[in-house]
Nanobody, 125 residues
Framework: QVQLVESGGGLVQAGGSLRLSCAAS????????MAWFRQAPGKEREFAAA????????YYADSVKGRFTISRDNAKNTLYLQMNSLKPEDTAVYYC??????????????????WGQGTQVTVSS
């Protein structure tokens, strides 16, 4: 089992940058595929990025590709999301998620068992 705590959200102007962090408990962080999802007001939770537990292969939603970078530091049990060139439409609560040794369906919300509480990102125009 793993517990997740996000941080790093805030208010930023369009074109700016933020880096989100997700601290994970437990000793097997390296065995979890990790992901970032986001949920805007009145919308469903959507996939943003994922990084696999083996090979650190990364996956991105088309809406963030080229602007966001997901990474992980297994020694620190921490997941990151570097967000550049932010747009007002990136405004949402950002959640990190984890699934043990997940090898498929990286973008599927229902396929992740563990979630953080979320951190608000607001991009002003």
């Amino acid at each position: 089992q793993v517990q997740l705590v996000e941080s790093g959200g805030g208010l930023v102007q369009a074109g700016g940058s933020l880096r989100l962090s997700c601290a994970a408990s437990g000793r097997t962080f390296s065995s979890y595929t990790m992901a970032w999802f986001r949920q805007a007001p009145g919308k469903e939770r959507e996939f943003a990025a994922a990084i696999s537990w083996i090979g650190r292969i990364t996956y991105y939603a088309d809406s963030v590709k080229g602007r966001f970078t997901i990474s992980r530091d297994n020694a620190k049990n921490t997941l990151y999301l570097q967000m550049n060139s932010l747009k007002p439409e990136d405004t949402a609560v950002y959640y990190c998620a984890a699934e043990f040794q997940k090898n498929s369906d990286y973008a599927a919300v229902v396929k992740y068992d563990y979630w953080g509480q979320g951190t608000q990102v607001t991009v002003s125009s």
